[in-house]
């Protein structure tokens, strides 16, 4: 199994609802990583969790709060957002976070919408 | 810092002709550098990476890279596009401390039947 899944597929919520996003693979991989990404931009990185320890934290706002619950597990749970904060979320992975011979796998996103 | 530029924000082929979409980057040590695609609304898709060793990489779908240690280029080449061809491309370059990867801006490529 090579794919990282992620769901939900699209996410719709207002400024005051709490909401989580889902990541899970099974590749055996021990780096998971949050990316956030506006249209046509590249991805921006949030978090990178190694061996499920919170390795990289990209000055993000505390109303993103991501959880390593296992190894194949990724959240990222989300409170009072800002409309700025629409965009498509990734989640990847890879063997490891200090290996730079390893691609990152990506998942297919969810697609957030705060009104 | 470790970085990537895509000079060129699309690019527009016609199918059966050659593509190339260019990459240049800027480290310091080895570089370790990659090209994903993204096809719309999907997550990034690995194509192809250059560790060390040759410096025509092949990759995915037919696409191919040549690493160009003097001219610092990293260019993904394709010897003639196919209209599916059409999307975002990103090239990176990966940083060895906390496994952070740096994107280059993007390319958008347009293959026209």
């Known amino acids: 199994d090579t794919e990282v899944t992620q769901t939900p597929k699209h996410l719709v919520m207002g400024m005051t609802n709490k909401k989580s996003l889902k990541c899970e693979q099974h590749?055996?991989?021990?780096?998971m990583y949050w990316y956030k990404q506006k249209a046509k931009k590249p991805p921006e990185l949030m978090f990178v969790y190694s061996y499920e320890k919170l390795s990289i934290n990209e000055s993000v706002p505390s109303r993103f709060s991501p959880e390593c619950p296992n190894s194949s597990l990724l959240n990222l749970h989300l409170h009072a957002l800002q409309p700025e904060d629409s965009a498509l979320y990734l989640c990847?992975?890879?063997?490891?976070?200090?290996?730079?011979?390893?691609?990152?796998?990506f998942g297919p996103g969810t697609r957030l919408t705060v009104l | 810092a470790q970085s990537v530029a895509q000079p060129e924000d699309q690019v527009n082929v016609a199918e059966g002709n050659p593509l190339t979409v260019k990459c240049t980057y800027s480290?310091?040590?080895?570089?370790?550098l990659f090209w994903y695609v993204q096809y719309p609304n999907r997550g990034l898709q690995f194509l192809l990476k250059?560790?060390?060793?040759?410096?025509l990489v092949k990759g995915s779908y037919g696409f191919e890279a040549e690493f160009n240690k003097s001219q610092t280029s990293f260019h993904l080449k394709k010897p003639s596009a196919l209209v599916s061809d059409s999307a975002l491309y990103f090239c990176?370059?990966?940083?060895?401390?906390?496994?952070?990867?740096?994107f280059g801006d993007g390319t958008t490529l347009t293959v026209k039947p």
């Open positions: 990847a992975s890879s063997p490891s976070s200090w290996d730079r011979n390893n691609e990152q796998f």
């Open positions: 590749m055996g991989h021990r780096a």
């Open positions: 990176a370059v990966r940083e060895g401390y906390a496994g952070k990867s740096t």
């Open positions: 250059y560790i060390t060793g040759d410096n």
């Open positions: 480290v310091s040590g080895n570089p370790y």
